[in-house]
T-cell receptor
Framework: DVKVTQSSRYLVKRTGEKVFLECVQD?????MFWYRQDPGLGLRLIYF???????EKGDIPEGYSVSREKKERFSLILESASTNQTSMYLC????????????FGSGTQLSVL | AQSVTQLGSHVSVSEGALVLLRCNYS??????LFWYVQYPNQGLQLLLK??????LVKGINGFEAEFKKSETSFHLTKPSAHMSDAAEYFC???????????FGAGTRLAVHP
């Protein structure tokens, strides 16, 4: 069965900490995405990557960075966590091309205190 | 710019009743349209998608949606609701390029006996 695995289901961090969220896919997909999900706002795209070492900003990249050193792994980095980054973070992957199905991980609920 | 509007953040139906979840989109290019479902504590799963061809699209679990270009709509329906359909449903559009999706705010469906 195909899988997108996010390293933590729940995470609690302090304001100002550097936070790493890890995502691994086993489907050899070219595209990987990080979304955040907030009630009433749906999913908003933070960053995406279409190839190793390639990245593009999404709609809300401020306060975040990403790393994709290997095809299967896409990391989201909060350089200095703030309380307004408390959210559910969802990673997804898809084959190259438009109109392809996205495969989602189960999400990481991050609380920044 | 592309956007998605889902009418009604909460919809409640009786078991066996028709399910209708509304989605309107704006897109400057021919859109690819999607419906995803999220069950509690899980990631999103694809229900169905429209790319080209037949405007009535059938998906999993008895759901279907019709692309109406003149109305810029892609409403999701199911003839008879089941208790297991209780979940949050997201409509999405891709503006093209790298398979990025823009999601609506979501509609939470409740099914009562």
């Amino acid at each position: 069965d195909v899988k997108v695995t996010q390293s933590s289901r729940y995470l609690v961090k302090r304001t100002g900490e550097k936070v790493f969220l890890e995502c691994v896919q086993d489907m050899d997909h070219e595209n990987m995405f990080w979304y955040r999900q907030d009630p009433g706002l749906g999913l908003r795209l933070i960053y995406f990557s279409y190839d190793v070492k390639m990245k593009e900003k999404g709609d809300i990249p401020e306060g975040y960075s990403v790393s994709r050193e290997k095809k299967e792994r896409f990391s989201l980095i909060l350089e200095s966590a703030s309380t307004n980054q408390t959210s559910m973070y969802l990673c997804a992957s898809s084959p190259a091309g438009t109109g392809e199905k996205l495969f989602f991980g189960s999400g990481t609920q991050l609380s920044v205190l | 710019a592309q956007s998605v509007t889902q009418l009604g953040s909460h919809v409640s139906v009786s078991e066996g009743a028709l399910v209708l979840l509304r989605c309107n989109y704006s897109s400057s290019v021919p859109p690819y349209l999607f419906w995803y479902v999220q069950y509690p504590n899980q990631g999103l799963q694809l229900l169905l998608k429209y790319t080209t061809g037949a405007t009535l699209v059938k998906g999993i679990n008895g759901f279907e949606a019709e692309f109406k270009k003149s109305e810029t709509s892609f409403h999701l329906t199911k003839p008879s609701a089941h208790m297991s359909d209780a979940a949050e449903y997201f409509c999405a559009v891709t503006p093209g390029g790298y398979n990025k999706l823009i999601f609506g705010a979501g509609t939470r469906l409740a099914v009562h006996p």
